[in-house]
């Protein structure tokens, strides 16, 4: 009995220390200082309510938005289906291979945004560019999102019958409402709407690939019409400039400028690295996360845009006058239009306008995380720290509230045009971070085989490596350059795009070398790399949650369960919900 009174409070001393443990973890990731008191928690915390579940719907819905349901329109009209389907193939290589070096780094020690990653494993200098430039993205996003909605309603109201500002004031009421109440309230939200995303998106699939096959309305059997006439690959054409290049060299050129379209499709799928650290068991949940966004990838994007160049010829009338981010620029509509399918283009505007909403409100909450992470970081005020009961930094919430006020600029006529140029402005952050991650993906690898860790320890290691992020580095090192290259072709040079389409690059560098300067950081050595503050926190938090899911599955064979909703859910629905 003595034996079992000493094992007893052995045990609640271990579970009191790992609580301590824990609790001082939390604080190293809620501020700046991990030496601070522990009474200064409270207040400072995020909340760990998200599961594997909502993860990875966060990280499938950040992918799905108008980048597919609309953008894919402009491109295969320039560039046609064959040229489109091998640009969203290369690049959705590249976004798995970003996803895949992001998951190895956050389940070995889940950090707040990138900009603490870099501190960690890189530099604080390009943790501090990385942090505002990633920051300046998902601040104008929101208001862009509002602005795309106020466009997909008035698909059905003109704007002469209701102000677009009428509905950017309910999208808004309506994306703060979700982000206030809590991570678990959001993730729940979110879960659902990307539930409805990937249903719509399935849908849409199916119905190309029966419209191909001949089974609409009008029993066209279309199949690879369009890729004979006019052909897979486009030669480049620009009706603005009266510019035409031919040969080999226009598709070329017709190519690479998809490439960039495609880019800007998928960026958003690192978003839900942002919710690492609000997870309840990251070892389990952020390698299911990556590992389902690979399938994802195939199924939504290259099988979407493998039959939408089958329904929709490039030269199509309707595409050629498409604009606008309603139903009717849709490359998916036109099919369904050409295919006489009466009433459904209503459904896919009800579709986009779920997309963009959704799409509004994980911006919001990624804008309000990483302001916190680079208060974290120490960045950014301390106040930012500051959370609620529920685990909302609501100091976050606040600032993202005041930068979607932006979207009632485009009330005015006059200062629309000056709003498309402030989107374009932050449109490069997306791949500026992507290639912050795969930069401290590598500085990773470097630091775990100078310190003797061997890779084959991890609880997730990324593929191909480490050939696989050095292609990915370079691709998203060339498009970056890419970008706006089409303003030099022709005449006349279009200065304000190109000004505002690269204006974050020199700002970016400023920042780095500025950072640099003021606080003499310096490249961090593979053996300086931190590889070891608070990992036996993670470790021992996931044996904790491992042991609670044996005792789960113990308790269910003993009372004779063994097919539930988890079991059911795990085995046919979690690859793709």
């Given at each position: 009995?003595?034996?079992?009174?000493?094992?007893?409070?052995?045990?609640?001393?271990?579970?009191?220390?790992?609580?301590?443990?824990?609790?001082?973890?939390?604080?190293?990731?809620?501020k700046s200082d991990p030496g601070a008191a522990l009474n200064e928690q409270d207040g400072h915390q995020l909340r760990r309510a998200l599961d594997a579940r909502h993860v990875t719907m966060i990280a499938i819905g950040g992918a799905l938005g108008t980048g597919l349901l609309?953008?894919?329109?402009?491109?295969?009209?320039?560039?046609?289906?064959?040229?489109?389907?091998?640009?969203?193939?290369?690049?959705?290589?590249?976004?798995?291979?970003?996803?895949?070096?992001?998951?190895?780094?956050?389940?070995?020690?889940?950090?707040?945004?990138?900009?603490n990653y870099c501190q960690r494993y890189v530099d604080d200098a390009l943790g501090y560019a990385c942090g505002y430039v990633y920051l300046f993205k998902y601040l104008i996003l929101p208001a862009n999102q509002m602005v795309a909605g106020s466009l997909t309603v008035q698909y059905w109201v003109s704007k002469e019958k209701m102000n677009p500002g009428i509905w950017i004031t309910i999208f808004l009421a309506i994306i703060t409402t979700v982000n206030m109440l809590g991570v678990r309230f959001f993730g729940e939200i979110e879960f659902w709407l990307s539930t409805l995303k990937v249903l719509t998106c399935l849908g849409l699939i199916l119905l190309m690939w029966i419209i191909a096959l001949g089974g609409g309305p009008t029993h066209d059997r279309i199949g690879f019409r369009y890729w004979k006439d006019p052909g897979a690959f486009l030669e480049y054409t620009d009706s603005k400039k009266h510019l035409h290049i031919s040969?080999?060299?226009?598709?070329?050129?017709?190519?690479?400028?998809?490439?960039?379209?495609?880019?800007?499709?998928?960026?958003g799928s690192e978003l839900c690295a942002i919710t690492f650290t609000e997870c309840a068991r990251p070892r389990k949940a952020i390698p299911k996360a990556i590992?389902?966004?690979?399938?994802?990838?195939?199924?939504?994007?290259?099988?979407?845009?493998?039959?939408?160049?089958?329904?929709?010829?490039?030269r199509d009338p309707l595409l050629l006058d498409a604009s606008g981010s309603t139903a009717s620029a849709s490359p998916f509509v036109i099919a369904i239009?050409?295919?006489?399918?009466?009433?459904?283009?209503?459904?896919?505007?009800?579709?986009?306008?779920?997309?963009?909403l959704s799409a509004a409100n994980s911006d919001m909450y990624i804008a309000s995380r990483t302001i916190y992470g680079l208060s974290v970081a120490g960045y950014a005020p301390a106040f930012f720290t500051k959370t609620n009961k529920l685990g909302v930094p609501y100091y976050g919430?606040?600032?993202?509230?005041?930068?979607?006020?932006?979207?009632?600029?485009?009330?005015?006529?006059?200062?629309?045009?000056?709003?498309?140029?402030?989107?374009?402005?932050?449109?490069?952050?997306?791949?500026?971070?992507?290639?912050?991650?795969?930069?401290?993906?590598?500085?990773?690898?470097?630091?775990l085989k100078a310190q003797g860790i061997p890779r084959s320890s991890l609880a997730y290691k990324s593929p191909f490596q480490p050939y696989g992020t050095y292609v990915a580095l370079t691709i998203c090192v060339l498009v970056i350059f890419l970008k706006n290259f089409t303003v030099?072709?022709?005449?006349?040079?279009?200065?304000?795009?190109f000004i505002t389409g690269y204006i974050v690059l020199p700002v970016f560098l400023l920042m780095f070398a500025g950072w640099k300067i003021y606080k003499k950081t310096h490249w961090l050595k593979s053996s300086e790399c931190d590889l070891d503050t608070y990992r036996d926190v993670i470790d021992a938090e996931e044996e904790e949650f491992a042991a609670e899911?044996?005792?789960?599955?113990?308790?269910r064979a003993a009372e004779g369960i063994r097919y539930d909703k988890e079991w059911f859910y795990e085995k046919f629905l979690g690859w793709l919900f």
């Open positions: 009995m003595g034996h079992d009174l000493e094992k007893t409070l052995s045990t609640r001393s271990n579970v009191s220390q790992l609580s301590r443990h824990t609790q001082d973890y939390d604080l190293y990731v809620a609309i953008g894919t329109g402009s491109a295969l009209r320039v560039a046609g289906p064959g040229a489109i389907l091998i640009a969203y193939a290369l690049i959705g290589f590249t976004v798995f291979m970003v996803m895949s070096a992001l998951g190895e780094v956050a389940t070995f020690i889940p950090l707040n945004g990138f900009g040969g080999s060299l226009g598709r070329f050129v017709s190519f690479v400028s998809v490439l960039v379209t495609a880019v800007f499709a998928y960026l590992k389902m966004t690979f399938y994802r990838i195939l199924v939504f994007y290259v099988l979407a845009i493998f039959f939408l160049g089958m329904c929709v010829s490039p239009k050409n295919a006489k399918i009466h009433g459904l283009d209503h459904v896919i505007n009800a579709c986009i306008l779920l997309f963009v919430i606040a600032l993202s509230f005041l930068f979607s006020l932006l979207a009632y600029m485009t009330v005015s006529s006059s200062s629309s045009q000056i709003f498309s140029y402030f989107v374009n402005v932050v449109s490069l952050t997306g791949l500026l971070a992507w290639t912050c991650i795969l930069i401290i993906h590598l500085r990773f690898m470097s630091a030099f072709l022709g005449h006349p040079f279009l200065y304000k795009s899911e044996a005792e789960r599955k113990a308790r």
